[in-house]
């Protein structure tokens, strides 16, 4: 069993930020960016991290929450188009 598998079983009785604690052995950081780069960092999901956040300290909606994370996966459309011009002002497209 994978240590993600591992969570998901936890998760549904202790909740997932005391899961992942129990299977990785840290202990989460009290801020929640960087709770969300230690939960990125063992390649949780955006859903999975965003369900673990709400559920530890209690922030608001899973879209707030989103929109805190989307800078730490770089998957808005803003920042994909910064990048875009960019590189092909300076000749790499």
Same mark, same amino acid.
């Given at each position: 069993?994978?240590?993600?598998?591992?969570?998901?079983? &936890? /998760?549904?009785?202790? #909740?997932? /930020?005391? /899961? !992942? +604690?129990? !299977?990785?052995?840290?202990?989460?950081?009290?801020?929640?960016?960087?709770? +969300?780069?230690?939960?990125?960092?063992?390649?949780?999901?955006?859903?999975?991290?965003?369900?673990?956040?709400? &559920?530890?300290?209690?922030? #608001?909606?899973?879209?707030?929450? #989103?929109?805190?994370?989307?800078? &730490?996966?770089? !998957?808005?459309? /803003? +920042?994909?188009?910064?990048?875009?011009?960019?590189?092909?002002?300076? #000749? &790499?497209?």
């Amino acid at each position: 069993m994978t240590r993600a598998e591992q969570c998901e079983l &936890l /998760a549904s009785q202790i #909740g997932w /930020a005391a /899961a !992942v +604690a129990e !299977v990785y052995g840290e202990h989460p950081i009290a801020d929640h960016r960087q709770y +969300a780069r230690f939960l990125r960092g063992h390649h949780f999901t955006l859903t999975e991290i965003t369900h673990a956040i709400k &559920l530890r300290f209690n922030l #608001g909606s899973p879209q707030t929450i #989103g929109r805190w994370l989307n800078p &730490l996966y770089n !998957v808005t459309q /803003a +920042a994909y188009m910064r990048r875009w011009r960019a590189r092909r002002s300076i #000749g &790499l497209l």
